[in-house]
């Protein structure tokens, strides 16, 4: 009898026992699944963070897969030589599945800072997933029926090795699939901007302070107009499109996009998404290195924005960043540069801060207004001067955008000030990780009384200079702070260099490896009285 009989019921035992499998391998393969969507579905930056964590979940399958192989080997020899019956030979499946469940469970209830969403996208990831999943079990069993029939079940072992390729091939042979759909959707967008010739459109990008710029824009200029911004960090071309789609509407009068990149052309097509007439370029620095390969690969694609603002259109740039400066001087259309430099066309000065916030005099041509914010830090203020600049440009007075900074609010992770039990104050910086955000949040923990503690994983997507920046970044934690928690196995030995270099006591260096350790030792610290910096709370595939 042959394999494919339609009288042979172990044909049909291997189709129930792929499809099985099937559903059983897509929850072994989330973290895979987990870091292909952190990366943008880019099969790339997948390929890189099996390299930069050694293949250290690899090994696990390996080890899934090795194992269970090798019990149902022996379970089915042994079964063999005694002559029972061959459906005993099922039997070393049980361990199979039992090693499989261990290891799910293991991986679910792992913590993890960004769980995988299982949007759109994802779900027809998935399907396709369980249907070659399905396929490869089966063939599997059919091969091994052919070779080393005593053995034959035993081949669905082999699959979760084979995870980590299969993943990606899904994705590849979806990418074409996505594309149309993404087109689609844009196609939509474009369609409904087109439909509202009379909205202004504002883009903002930088290398750091995209977030907290677009939430002081929208505050500021709710003074005057009805202002769609798009929500949290949706600053790619599907979350600008998802953005546009559901939630601007024909009240609005002005529409803000963040604009994220991380490779040259990606603010280019976001502007061909949005056609901004007004832009804001808050800083240019370092950030996503790793991708970028040059410093002036970065240049370029910032000011992809100034280039792909409408006719007439106006560009506004922070001018305590040195890049940005060099950006303005090159660029030829309407522009405006803030900071403070009282030569600047907006410009601050009398700052003063507390743990209560900011005074500041601010200075836009010639006029002068009095203003207070919650906010800390001096780059909060430059973020308020670029806002400040153009809402004074579409028409706003100043008393207009001094009130409107009176009702700024801390953005959510970005030095969010928390007053914890005990005179214990949390400053959670923990969404942003650039080498000048650091320096500033360091500047800010200054600040404060008492003990100081700095709770980080490090900084990241620095190409070659990673290594020396978080050297750097130690050195100037141990200026600072009195404890240190490093949260990273990658970057943990160069953190403390840096601290050692500054003489800093090692005794009070911590190291752990998840981020679901710190609340247990910092429950063991019993702090009191102090002020704990978060900052760069690293995802998923950085850990």
């Not at 042994?78 to 061959?86: C, G, H, S």
């Amino acid at each position: 009898m042959t394999f494919f009989s339609l009288t042979n019921i172990h044909m049909y035992i291997a189709i129930g026992l792929s499809v099985v499998n099937a559903i059983l391998m897509w929850f072994v393969a989330y973290k895979f699944f987990q870091i292909l969507q952190l990366s943008n579905y880019r099969t790339k930056e997948y390929f890189v963070w099996i390299k930069d964590t050694k293949g250290r979940y690899i090994s696990r399958l390996f080890m899934l897969s090795i194992l269970s192989l090798a019990l149902m080997i022996v379970t089915n020899v042994i079964l063999d030589t005694q002559n029972i019956n061959e459906f005993w030979a099922y039997l070393g499946l049980i361990f199979y599945f039992y090693l499989t469940f261990v290891f799910i469970y293991n991986l679910y209830n792992a913590p993890k800072k960004t769980p995988l969403k299982i949007t759109n996208r994802m779900s027809r990831l998935k399907y396709l997933f369980f249907v070659i999943c399905a396929i490869i079990t089966f063939l599997l069993i059919w091969l091994f029926t052919v070779v080393l029939d005593p053995i034959r079940y035993a081949a669905v072992a082999l699959t979760p090795i084979m995870l980590p390729l299969i993943v990606p091939l899904v994705n590849l042979i979806m990418t074409p699939v996505e594309k149309l759909i993404a087109h689609r959707y844009i196609v939509l967008a474009k369609k409904k901007l087109k439909n509202n010739p009379d909205l202004i459109k504002i883009g903002i990008t930088g290398s750091f302070g995209k977030t907290s710029t677009k939430f002081f824009l929208k505050t500021i200029l709710s003074e005057k107009y009805s202002v769609c911004a798009s929500p949290f960090s949706y600053n790619t071309p599907m979350g600008i499109t998802k953005s546009i789609i559901q939630y601007l509407d024909f009240s609005h009068q002005i529409l803000i996009a963040e604009m994220g990149a991380r490779f040259v052309g990606d603010i280019k097509e976001l502007c061909d998404l949005v056609s901004p007439q007004y832009g804001i370029i808050t800083s240019v620095g370092e950030q996503h290195l790793q991708t970028f390969k040059t410093l002036e690969n970065i240049k370029n694609t910032k000011y992809e924005l100034v280039d792909g603002l409408e006719e007439n259109g106006t560009i506004i740039f922070n001018g305590e960043n040195k890049i940005c400066c060099e950006l303005y001087n090159k660029t030829i259309i309407p522009k405006m540069i803030t900071g403070f430099n009282k030569q600047y066309d907006v410009y601050a000065d009398n700052i003063k801060t507390s743990k209560e916030g900011t005074h500041f005099t601010l200075h836009i041509k010639n006029e002068s207004v009095e203003c207070f914010t919650k906010l800390l830090g001096e780059h909060n203020i430059e973020d308020i001067l670029t806002s400040s600049g153009l809402a004074f440009k579409l028409g706003l007075t100043l008393q207009e955008i001094s009130n409107g900074i009176s009702k700024l609010q801390p953005i959510e992770h970005r030095l969010q000030l928390i007053n914890a039990s005990d005179g214990v104050t949390i400053l959670d910086d923990s969404y942003n990780g650039s080498i000048e955000g650091s320096k500033k949040a360091l500047e800010i923990l200054k600040m404060f009384e008492g003990e100081k503690i700095v709770v980080t994983p490090g900084l990241v997507e620095l190409g070659t200079k990673e290594k020396q920046a978080n050297i750097d970044f130690g050195e100037r934690i141990a200026e600072v702070a009195d404890k240190v928690i490093i949260v990273n196995v990658t970057h943990s030995l160069d953190i403390k260099k840096g601290l050692l270099n500054k003489k800093f006591d090692e005794s009070k260096i911590y190291q752990i490896e998840t981020l679901s350790a710190i609340n247990e030792l910092i429950k063991k610290m019993k702090l009191k009285d102090c002020t704990i910096l978060f900052y760069n709370d690293l995802p998923d595939n950085y850990l």
